[in-house]
C-alpha cells in the first residue's frame, strides 16, 4: 500500500517522522468503553431494578449470576471476575477522558465563562458530563471496590441493608443523577461524533437524538429513584435484623445458606 | 527607516493582485502582497454570477468561440476598448477558467439531457449533450450573444478567490494585510515601490522592489450608492495620480448596476435576469421590452440601468419612504432554482430585508457598481510614463472595458490580467538593468514627507471633519455625476469638489489614539478620494458626447468623430484642484471591428471620417479568408503581445484537437503547460 | 474591566446618517433607542484597560449593526474600532460576539437584538482594538499548517484542453463545503478551541474534508492523517457543535467533522 501520494511527498513530509496512530487508537478506545459502559449500566439498571417486582425475582438474577442455575451452587467469584472486568473498563475509560477535561484551573474558568455567554446547549451538556465524570471517578470507585471484595453480599436483603442500614444511600443517590446524566449524554455525544444515524438531514437527525436522549435519561432515572426507594423501604423495614440474608421461600425447607 | 526589500511588490490582494504574484513567484521572484484587509476578504469575493469565457460547453453556448467573445466586449464598450487587449483577454479567458478548475474552483458543471430553464419569461426545455456532461457549464449573461458566462452557483468571485488565495499560500507568498500603500516612491521616471502604513501598529515603512503594481480594485465609495465594499476607495487610484506623471484613463467611465437591492445599495446578481427575472413597475408591468425589444432585461448594463431611471422619472417607480424603486421578479424561477442557484441572493434578501425571493419580488434601483477607469497602461500593465509601475485588475486601464464592460468580464478580467501581466513583470524582473539601485535619500525623502502629511492632519488644529466632507462627495457624484449626466450638474459638481478639495488641507481630528486611528484614515483616504472625484467629474464635464455608461443628457449621441479617444488624467501638483487632461486617440485603421451599432441602446451616433475605409477593408478581408484564425490574423494581429506560455488555441466540443500522438495532449498551437507548483 | 462610560446621540435631532452606511439621509427613524454597550481596549495605547462603553442611538427602519456602527463612529466615537468590508454578509470580516454568540454583525439588524446590544471582540484571535480581531493571521496560519490548498496531479496539465470533466452533483457539493468566509465565529464558539489554543478548529476540519471529497485532490487519508490526526486535530474534537450552530454559511460542519473522525480513526490500525 502505497501509504504517501506523490503529491504530499512534493511537499516535503514524506521526510517528516509519520505521526503517531494513538490518538486514533485512543479516541476510538475512549468512546468504545464509554460505550460499553453506558450499554451495561441500562443493563445494571434493569438488573437492580428487579427489586421492583419482586424479592425473589431479585433473588433470583443474583443466584443467576453467581452461577447457581448451571453449577446448582453459588459462586460470587464469577460476580468478582465480572465487576474486575467493568472495573478495567472503567478506569481505561477515565483514563482516557480525563484527557479532555480542563488541566489548569485557567482552562477551567475559560470555559465556564464561554458556557455562561454562549448558553448553548451542547457547550454546557460537555460541562455536565466533565462535572458527573468526575464525581463518577470516586464514587463509582467505592462503589465497585464493594462490589469486588463482596461479591456475595448481593441480594434483596443483604442490598436493601446496605442502602439503608450501611447508610450508602445518598451515595447512591448522587451516584444515580451523576450516571444517568453522564451516560445519556456520552451516548448522545457518541452519536453525533460518529455520524450514527444520519440519513441527510444532520440538523433533524440531532434534534431526534437529543430528545431520545432526555426521554432515556428521565426514564432510568425514575427506574433508578424507584428502586431505591424500594431498596430504602425494605432496608427501613428489615433494619432490626439487618445481616439477614435473604431466602426465598421455594428454596427455604432445604436451603443450607 | 524600516525598509523591506522584495522584487514584486504587489499592492493589492483581490484576485488579480494574487494571480499576478503567483505568476512572479512562480517565474522565481519574490513577491510580496499588500493588502487592506486579509486577501481572502477582497472585493472579488463579492463577484456572485459569474466569469465569462468562451468554452460553448452548454447548448445555448454551442459556437462561442474567441470571436464572438470579442464582439461582444468591443459593442460592449461602445468601442473605447482597446481591441488589441480585448483579443488578448478573450483567447485567455478559456485557459484561465480551465486553469482555475485545475486549482479546484468548484464550477457549476453540464447535467446532459433535458433541463427546463426561463428564457424571456417562458419556460423553455433545454437539451444538453451528452459529450458536454461534466464539463464547466455557462449562464446567459447581459449583452452577450451566447450563454458564455461561468459560475459556481452565485459565489463565483468567492470560490475563485478562495482557490486562487489558496495557491498563494501554497506558493508561500507572503501577505502583509492590514497594511495600506499611501504613496509610490519614484523619481519621476522610474517606481522604486511604495510608502505604507501598517494599519495596526500605525507607523510607516518603505517597501522597495524592482517592479510595483496596483491592483487595488475600483473605486465605487466615491459614491454614497454603491455596490462596492466599504474598502474599495480609490487609494490605488489616487497614488498613482498623485505620482504626477502616471496617468489615470478614462475615469469618466463609471458603471451603475441595474439591480442594487433598494435601499442599501447590496448588489443581487446579473444572473437573476440572466436565468429568468423580471424588472417590473409599480403596476407590475414588465417594462424592459418596452424599451428594449430584442435584448430586454438582458442589454448591458448601461442600457438597463438608464431605461430603469428613465422610467421612473416617468413616474412609474414604487414610492417608499426612502424613495423610488422598481422590482425585480425572480418568483418565477421556483423555490428549488433560488435556494440552490441563487442562494446568496436568497441570503442577502432574508437578512437584509426580511424579503422571501421565492414569494416576493425585490425592490431594486441601479448602483455604482463598477470603475472602467484606472491606471492606464500598455497591454503589458506597465504604465507608460513610470516605468517599473505595473497595474492590473479593475484598478488598471489597459483598457479592455472601454466606457461599459460586460457582466463577468471582469473577474474574467482579474485573473487573466493577473497572468499576462504577471509574465510581463516577470519579463521585467529577469532583465539586469532593471534592478533597483536607488538612492536611500530618495527613500527617506518620501517616508518623512508621508509622515508630515499624517502629522499635519494629527496636530495640524484642523476645522474640518473628514467624515462630513466626505458624506457631502459622495452626495454630490451620486446626484450630479451619476447615470444622466448634464453639462449643468457637472460645473456644479466639480466647483464644489474643487471647495471641498482645498477645505480638506485643513481637516482637524478629534482624537489621538495611536495605533490604526480610524479617524486618521478617513481623514487622509478623503483628501485622496477628493482628487479621484474631480478627476471623474472634470472628465464627465469635459467628454461631450455619450459614450458606454457615460451618458450625457445635453450630448445624447455618441461621437466618434470627436470623442474616440481615451481620456488621461494626471495631477501635475499638490497645489491643483483640478487634474490636467489629455486625450489619446483610438486608432479605426487597426480595428478588427470599426466603430458601429452596438445591436441594443441607442442607435444615435456620429461616424468618425475613418470608419467607412476600414469597413470596406474589413470586409475585405473577411472575404478573403475563409478560416477564422487566418481572418483575425489578417484583420488585426495580436499574438506578438501574448506572453509565450499563453499563446495556443482553446480547445471545445466543437473544435476537437487532433488526438495527440503520444497521448500527452501537446499540439504544436498548445505549447502551454500548467505547472502544479 | 473597570469603568463604564455612556455616550449619548444629541437626543434634540436624529442623528445624520453615516456617509458608509446605504440608507439615504436622515434614515428614517423608528422612534425606538437603542443601547449599544461596546467593549473598549487598544493595545496600542499605554495605559487603556479594557472596559464597556455605551453609547446610545436611535433606531432606523433596516438597521444592521454595520449602519449602527458606522453612525456611532461617524458622530459619537471616532476612535472606536470594528471590520467591515462587503457589509453584505459574504466576506467574513465583521464576526463578532454580540450579546455573547459570534456572528457576522453586517447582517444583524438591531431590531433583532436589541434594544440592548452587548457587542465584544471575538475570542481566540489576537485583538487588534475594541471589535476588531486578526483573523487572516490565524487563517492564513491554518492554511499552512493544514497545507489547505489544493494537491492536484504534479502531472502537467495542458491548459488549452478541454477541463477534466466532473459530475454535477459532485461539484455542488464541494461547492457547499466551500462557502466557508472565514469568519472564525466556529473557532469562537468553540469551548475547545477557548481551552486549547493549538486546536484546528471547526473551520480546519471543514478545509480538509472539503479536499478530501475533491477528486483533483491527489492526497490519501494518510496524507490528511499527517495533517488532523492528533489531539490538537480531529481527536480534539469534543464534539460541542456550537461551530455547527453558529456557522453563518451553514456549513455542515457536523456532519463533515464526524466523516473526518470516521476516516481518521480508521487508519488508528490501518
Ligand atoms: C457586488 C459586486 C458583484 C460583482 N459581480 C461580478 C460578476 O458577477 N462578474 C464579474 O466579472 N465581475 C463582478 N464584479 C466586479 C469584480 O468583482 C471586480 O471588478 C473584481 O473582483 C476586482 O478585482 P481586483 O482584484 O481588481 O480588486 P479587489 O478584489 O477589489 O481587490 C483589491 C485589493 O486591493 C487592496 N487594496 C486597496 N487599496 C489598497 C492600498 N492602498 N494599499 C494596499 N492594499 C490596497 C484591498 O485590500 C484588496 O485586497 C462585481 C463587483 C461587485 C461590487
Ligand atoms: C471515572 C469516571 C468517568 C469520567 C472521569 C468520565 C469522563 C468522561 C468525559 C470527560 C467524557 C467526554 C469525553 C469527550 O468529550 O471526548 C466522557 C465521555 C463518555 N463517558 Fe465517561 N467518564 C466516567 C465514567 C463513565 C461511566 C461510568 C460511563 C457509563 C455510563 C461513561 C460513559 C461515557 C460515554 C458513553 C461517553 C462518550 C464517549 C465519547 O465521547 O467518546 N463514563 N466521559
Ligand atoms: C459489575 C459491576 C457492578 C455490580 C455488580 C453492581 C451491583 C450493584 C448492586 C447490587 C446494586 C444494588 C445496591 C447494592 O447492593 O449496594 C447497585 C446499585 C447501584 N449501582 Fe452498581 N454495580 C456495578 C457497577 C456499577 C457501576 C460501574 C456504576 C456506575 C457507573 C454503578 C452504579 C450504581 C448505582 C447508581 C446504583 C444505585 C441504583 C439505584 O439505587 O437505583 N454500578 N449496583
Ligand atoms: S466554517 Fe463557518 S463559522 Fe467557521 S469560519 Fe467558515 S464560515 Fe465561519
Ligand atoms: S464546537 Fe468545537 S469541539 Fe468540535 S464540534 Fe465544533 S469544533
Ligand atoms: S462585512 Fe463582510 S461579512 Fe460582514
Redesign the interface.
Given at each position: 500500500m502505497?501509504?504517501?501520494?506523490?503529491?504530499?511527498a512534493?511537499?516535503g513530509?514524506a521526510e517528516?517522522p509519520?505521526?503517531s496512530?494513538v490518538?486514533?487508537?485512543?479516541?476510538?478506545l475512549q468512546s468504545a468503553t464509554g460505550l460499553v459502559l453506558a450499554l451495561f449500566m441500562w443493563g445494571h439498571m434493569f438488573f437492580v431494578s428487579t427489586i421492583l417486582v419482586s424479592k425473589d425475582f431479585m433473588w433470583t438474577v443474583t443466584k443467576m449470576f453467581e452461577g447457581y442455575f448451571i453449577f446448582g451452587r453459588p459462586y460470587p467469584g464469577i460476580v468478582s471476575v465480572i465487576v474486575f472486568g467493568i472495573l478495567v473498563l472503567f478506569v481505561a475509560h477515565a483514563f482516557l477522558a480525563v484527557?479532555?477535561l480542563?488541566i489548569s484551573f485557567r482552562?477551567w474558568q475559560?470555559?465556564r465563562g464561554?458556557?455562561k455567554?454562549?448558553?448553548?446547549e451542547?457547550?454546557t451538556l460537555?460541562w455536565v458530563q466533565a462535572v458527573t465524570g468526575f464525581m463518577l471517578f470516586f464514587l463509582v470507585t467505592v462503589h465497585l471496590y464493594q462490589m469486588l471484595m463482596h461479591p456475595g453480599l448481593i441480594g434483596p436483603y443483604e442490598s436493601a441493608d446496605r442502602v439503608w442500614t450501611g447508610r450508602w444511600w445518598p451515595l447512591y443517590l448522587v451516584m444515580l443523577f451523576a450516571v444517568e446524566l453522564h451516560g445519556g449524554i456520552g451516548l448522545y455525544?457518541l452519536a453525533?461524533?460518529?455520524?450514527w444515524f444520519?440519513r441527510g438531514d444532520?440538523?433533524a437527525t440531532?434534534a431526534t437524538l437529543k430528545k431520545a436522549k432526555w426521554v432515556l435519561t428521565v426514564f432510568f432515572l425514575v427506574l433508578g429513584l424507584a428502586t431505591l426507594a424500594a431498596y430504602m423501604k425494605i432496608g427501613y423495614e428489615h433494619a432490626d435484623r439487618a445481616g439477614e440474608r435473604y431466602v426465598p421461600a421455594s428454596v427455604q425447607p432445604g436451603a443450607v445458606q | 527607516m524600516k525598509v523591506v526589500y522584495t522584487d514584486v511588490l504587489v499592492i493589492g490582494g483581490g484576485l488579480a493582485g494574487l494571480r499576478l504574484a503567483i505568476a512572479a513567484r512562480r517565474r522565481g521572484h519574490d513577491a510580496l502582497i499588500l493588502s487592506l484587509v486579509p486577501p481572502k476578504r477582497s472585493h472579488s469575493k463579492a463577484a456572485q454570477g459569474g466569469m465569462q469565457a468562451s468554452l460553448g460547453n452548454v447548448i445555448k453556448g454551442q459556437g462561442d468561440n474567441e470571436d464572438v467573445h470579442f464582439e461582444d466586449t468591443v459593442r460592449g464598450s461602445d468601442w473605447g476598448a482597446d481591441q488589441e487587449v480585448v483579443r488578448m483577454f478573450v483567447n485567455t479567458a478559456p485557459k484561465a477558467v480551465r486553469e482555475l478548475a485545475a486549482w479546484g474552483v468548484p464550477w457549476s458543471r453540464v447535467r446532459k439531457g433535458d433541463r427546463q430553464v426561463v428564457i424571456n419569461g417562458q419556460k423553455v426545455t433545454i437539451t444538453e449533450r451528452d459529450e458536454a456532461h461534466g464539463l464547466v457549464a455557462q449562464r446567459d449573461f447581459g449583452g452577450t450573444k451566447k450563454w458564455r458566462t461561468c459560475y459556481v452557483s452565485d459565489c463565483t468571485g468567492h470560490a475563485m478567490l478562495q482557490a486562487v488565495g489558496d495557491q498563494a499560500i501554497a506558493a508561500a507568498i507572503p501577505v502583509h494585510e492590514r497594511t495600506e500603500a499611501l504613496a509610490l516612491i519614484h523619481d519621476g521616471g522610474r517606481c522604486y515601490g511604495a510608502v505604507v502604513r501598517d494599519l495596526v501598529t500605525g507607523t510607516l515603512s518603505a517597501y522597495l522592489a524592482k517592479a510595483t503594481a496596483i491592483t487595488t480594485g475600483g473605486a465605487g465609495r466615491l459614491y454614497r450608492v454603491t455596490t462596492n465594499a466599504v474598502i474599495c476607495e480609490g487609494i490605488g487610484h489616487a497614488i498613482a495620480l498623485e505620482t504626477g506623471v502616471a496617468a489615470l484613463g478614462n475615469m469618466e467611465a463609471v458603471q451603475f448596476h441595474p439591480t442594487g437591492i433598494f435601499p442599501a445599495g447590496i448588489l443581487v446578481t446579473e444572473g437573476c435576469r440572466g436565468d429568468g427575472g423580471l424588472l417590473k413597475d409599480a403596476d407590475g408591468h414588465r417594462f424592459m421590452p418596452d424599451y428594449e425589444p430584442e435584448k430586454k432585461e438582458l442589454a448591458s448594463r448601461d442600457v438597463v440601468s438608464r431605461r430603469m431611471e428613465e422610467h421612473i422619472a416617468k413616474g412609474k417607480g414604487v414610492k417608499s419612504r426612502f424613495g423610488d424603486h422598481l422590482w425585480l421578479d425572480i418568483t418565477l424561477l421556483g423555490e428549488q432554482h433560488i435556494r440552490h442557484n441563487l442562494r446568496e441572493v436568497y441570503e442577502i434578501c432574508h437578512y437584509f430585508m426580511g424579503v422571501d425571493p421565492v414569494k416576493d419580488m425585490i425592490p431594486v434601483r441601479p448602483a455604482q457598481h463598477y470603475t472602467m477607469g484606472g491606471v492606464r497602461t500598455k497591454p503589458s500593465g506597465e504604465s507608460p510614463t513610470l516605468k517599473g509601475l505595473f497595474s492590473a485588475g479593475e484598478a488598471a486601464c489597459w483598457d479592455m472595458h472601454g466606457f461599459n464592460r460586460l457582466g463577468g468580464n471582469s473577474v474574467a478580467e482579474t485573473v487573466v490580467a493577473g497572468m499576462i501581466v504577471g509574465e510581463y513583470v516577470a519579463d521585467f524582473c529577469d532583465r539586469a538593468e532593471n534592478d533597483v539601485n536607488i538612492p536611500t535619500g530618495v527613500v527617506r525623502e518620501f517616508l518623512e514627507r508621508e509622515q508630515a502629511k499624517l502629522d499635519r492632519l494629527a496636530q495640524g488644529g484642523g476645522s474640518e471633519d473628514a467624515a462630513k466632507l466626505k458624506a457631502r462627495m459622495q452626495e454630490i457624484m451620486t446626484a450630479k455625476v451619476g447615470i444622466f449626466r448634464r453639462g449643468k450638474d457637472l460645473e456644479e459638481a466639480v466647483d464644489e469638489l474643487q471647495e471641498l478639495l482645498v477645505r480638506s488641507r485643513s481637516i482637524g481630528l478629534r482624537s489621538r489614539a495611536p495605533g490604526p486611528n480610524p479617524e486618521l484614515v478617513t481623514a487622509y483616504r478623503t483628501q485622496k478620494m477628493l482628487r479621484l472625484a474631480l478627476t471623474v467629474a472634470y472628465g464627465a464635464l469635459t467628454r461631450t458626447e455619450s459614450r458606454g455608461a457615460h451618458f450625457r443628457e445635453d450630448h445624447p449621441r455618441r461621437d466618434d468623430a470627436q470623442w474616440l479617444k481615451r481620456t488621461l488624467a494626471t495631477w501635475k501638483s499638490d497645489a491643483d484642484t483640478l487634474p490636467t487632461l489629455d486625450y489619446e486617440p483610438l486608432d479605426i485603421r487597426r480595428m478588427e471591428l470599426p466603430p458601429g451599432w452596438r445591436g441594443y441602446g441607442a442607435k444615435d451616433y456620429t461616424d468618425h471620417p475613418d470608419t467607412a475605409a476600414r469597413q470596406a477593408e474589413v470586409d475585405a478581408l473577411k472575404e478573403k479568408h475563409a478560416d477564422r484564425f487566418a481572418r483575425q490574423r489578417a484583420l488585426m494581429p495580436y499574438d506578438h503581445l501574448l506572453p509565450q506560455r499563453l499563446k495556443g488555441r482553446n480547445e471545445r466540443i466543437d473544435e476537437r484537437f487532433p488526438a495527440a500522438p503520444g497521448g500527452a495532449g501537446d499540439t504544436p498551437e498548445s505549447a502551454f503547460a500548467w505547472e502544479?507548483? | 474591566m473597570t469603568t463604564t462610560t455612556i455616550v449619548k446621540a444629541p437626543s434634540t435631532s436624529a442623528p445624520p446618517a453615516p456617509a458608509a452606511a446605504a440608507a439615504p439621509a436622515g434614515g428614517v427613524a423608528t422612534g425606538a433607542k437603542i443601547r449599544v454597550h461596546a467593549l473598549r481596549y487598544n493595545p496600542q495605547e499605554p495605559g487603556s484597560v479594557p472596559h464597556m462603553q455605551t453609547y446610545e442611538l436611535e433606531q432606523t427602519e433596516g438597521m444592521t449593526l454595520f449602519i449602527a456602527l458606522s453612525e456611532i463612529r461617524e458622530t459619537l466615537d471616532p476612535t472606536l474600532q470594528f471590520d467591515f468590508v462587503c457589509r453584505a454578509g459574504i466576506c467574513g470580516s465583521c464576526a463578532m460576539?454580540v450579546n455573547?454568540?459570534p456572528t457576522l454583525a453586517c447582517r444583524t439588524l438591531t431590531r433583532d437584538v436589541g434594544p440592548d446590544i452587548t457587542l465584544a471582540p471575538l475570542?481566540v484571535f489576537e485583538l487588534i482594538g475594541d471589535l476588531s480581531v486578526n483573523t487572516g493571521r490565524w487563517m492564513r496560519g491554518t492554511s499552512e499548517r493544514l497545507?489547505a490548498w489544493l494537491?492536484?496531479?504534479?502531472q502537467a496539465r495542458d491548459i488549452c484542453r478541454i477541463e477534466e470533466p466532473m459530475e454535477p452533483e459532485l461539484a455542488e457539493k464541494l461547492n457547499e463545503l466551500d462557502r466557508c468566509v472565514e469568519c472564525g465565529c466556529c473557532v469562537a464558539?468553540c469551548?475547545t478551541a477557548?481551552?486549547?489554543p493549538d486546536f484546528v478548529g471547526a473551520v480546519g476540519m471543514a478545509k480538509i474534508a472539503r479536499f478530501r471529497l475533491d477528486p483533483r485532490?491527489?492526497?490519501?487519508d494518510?496524507?490528511y492523517?499527517?495533517l488532523v490526526?492528533?489531539?490538537d486535530?480531529v481527536?480534539g474534537c469534543?464534539?460541542?457543535?456550537?461551530c455547527?450552530?453558529v456557522c453563518p454559511k451553514d456549513l455542515?460542519l457536523?456532519?463533515q467533522i464526524?466523516?473526518l473522525?470516521?476516516k481518521?480513526?480508521?487508519?488508528?490500525?490501518a
Open positions: 502505497a501509504s504517501t501520494s506523490p503529491t504530499i512534493g511537499a513530509l517528516r509519520r505521526r496512530r490518538p486514533a487508537r485512543l479516541d476510538l484527557r479532555k480542563p482552562q475559560m470555559y464561554h458556557m455567554v454562549m448558553k448553548h451542547d457547550t460537555w455525544r453525533v461524533k460518529w455520524g444520519e444532520a440538523d440531532r | 502544479s507548483e | 460576539m455573547g454568540r475570542p497545507e494537491h492536484g496531479d504534479p464558539a469551548g477557548r481551552m486549547r485532490d491527489k492526497r490519501t494518510d496524507d492523517y499527517e490526526g492528533t489531539d486535530g481527536f469534543m464534539s460541542l457543535l456550537a455547527h450552530d455542515p457536523q456532519t464526524a466523516f473522525r470516521r481518521m480513526a480508521g487508519k488508528g490500525w
